[in-house]
């Protein structure tokens, strides 16, 4: 959740960031008020209890015939400590309510808007060309016997394939050298579990707007992640770290999410669906060098795609596209040569403090006090980029070159080719 003291003594930058947003800017002031509301339950109660000790000081000390009457008072007194105790208990969870409906305090120079609204960086690569009409991913893939989505629809439903032989190969391929890259650079690799509590989900963020995208465990209580962020996110939740180095993680999983509201888009082949594999970098950081981490995590990503030979754009997400945890976020797209567009294929998203707050992650400052650290995340790699690999890497004849990166991966396989039908 945002810092409730910035709340107190900045609330037109909030509104700022709300409007930026696109999102409710009159829910500051009620979260306002509800925490001046919140403080004056908060010291009444404070005040009475104050008064109830002192009064069972007096009942202690007074002569034994007094002691009868005293002791109704005191009854009556606990009574209006409990009362307010309650009073302010309520007043507590509607300001916890309406402070977590505002979005993360976006960082300067993000810009405002909604999805269409965002900023291109830098475009880097040059866009692959060809002398034959190019095939999609998944033609490629079902010539090279990678891809079967009828197979994946028979036995899941819409949304769901098969990787098969080499599609399989090239997954843990990619997902291997990924690795090998994060291990590099300090990441700590973590297979993560991929149902959590819903207090870890909520805690990331991920119960607000896009709780639609979210599949829950019916009768277990728990969820399915559509990211190892969560996770990761929750492994430190109700502890205090030691950040003088950050924390670096690099989370292997399985994750799922239900694409809902995306009928109709994206239904040929593996660009949006159920599920896939990712390996996700997150760190736990000093909040002061979150800007810096960020930048860290984005050239990661970069190297990534110029080592695999795929043009990309980097772009500043807008505001209303953050979702509610990212202070900023960097996307990177690599370009589809067959729809003639750029495809997302990482994010990596500044939380700043605001997942920490939420899931009690604190760092002890040099006063002695605590609090809560910066959280970032970003893709280094995800069955997606199968989709621009395939796509960019091809022949006229059906086969695909394999990326030079990739090939000690792959027992040193230069050339993907296609099946005997």
């Known amino acids: 959740m945002i810092d409730p003291v910035l709340l107190r003594e900045n609330p037109d930058l909030i509104k700022r960031s709300q409007e930026a947003r696109g999102d409710s800017v009159a829910l500051v002031d009620e979260a306002l008020e509800a925490d001046r509301e919140r403080r004056a339950t908060i010291t009444r109660f404070e005040e009475l209890r104050a008064e109830q000790n002192l009064f069972g000081k007096q009942v202690a000390a007074a002569p034994k015939e007094q002691k009868k009457e005293l002791v109704a008072q005191a009854q009556s007194l606990a009574g ?61 893939g079902e010539l090279l016997g990678a891809i079967d989505m009828a197979r994946g629809a028979k036995v899941s439903g819409a949304r769901f394939y098969f990787l098969r032989g080499v599609g399989a190969r090239l997954e843990i391929a990619l997902m291997n050298l990924a690795l090998d890259r994060a291990l590099a ?34 009768g277990e209580d728990l969820y399915l992640t559509g990211t190892s962020e969560v996770a990761l996110a929750g492994y430190h939740a109700d502890e205090i770290l030691d950040v003088t180095e950050p924390l670096r993680y690099a989370g292997w999983s399985t994750c799922y999410r239900k694409e809902a509201g995306s009928g109709g888009k994206d239904t040929r082949g593996i660009i949006r669906v159920h599920q896939f594999n990712k390996l996700e970098m997150f760190v736990h950081i000093l909040p002061e060098d979150a800007e810096a981490e960020h930048a860290r995590l984005v050239q990661l990503q970069e190297d990534m795609l110029q080592d695999l030979g795929l043009s990309y754009r980097v772009i500043d997400t807008a505001a209303g596209d953050l979702g509610s945890s990212a202070a900023r976020k960097f996307d990177i797209e690599a370009w589809v040569p067959t729809q003639d567009r750029y495809r997302e294929l990482t994010s990596t998203s500044n939380c700043t403090t605001f997942q920490a707050r939420r899931l009690d992650i604190r760092y002890r400052t040099e006063s002695g006090k605590t609090a809560p650290v910066a959280t970032l995340n970003g893709t280094l790699a995800t069955t997606r980029w199968l989709v621009a690999i395939l796509e960019t890497h091809q022949r006229e004849d059906g086969s695909v070159l394999v990326p030079e990166p990739l090939r000690p991966y792959l027992g040193g396989l230069a050339v993907l080719e296609p099946i005997a039908r």
């Open 185 to 218: 650079a300090g990441f700590t690799p973590m297979i993560t579990p991929t149902l959590v509590k819903p207090e870890i989900m909520q805690g990331t963020g991920f119960l607000g707007a896009h709780a639609d995208e979210v599949y829950r465990i019916e």
């Open 80 to 140: 209006r400590v409990k009362e307010a105790q309650q009073i302010a208990n309520d007043a507590d969870a509607r300001f916890d309510e309406l402070v977590r409906g505002i979005g993360n305090v976006i960082i300067e120079g993000v810009p405002a808007g909604g999805e269409d609204d965002f900023v291109t960086l830098r475009t880097v690569g040059e866009k692959p060309t060809f002398d034959f009409e190019p095939r999609d991913h998944l033609e490629l």
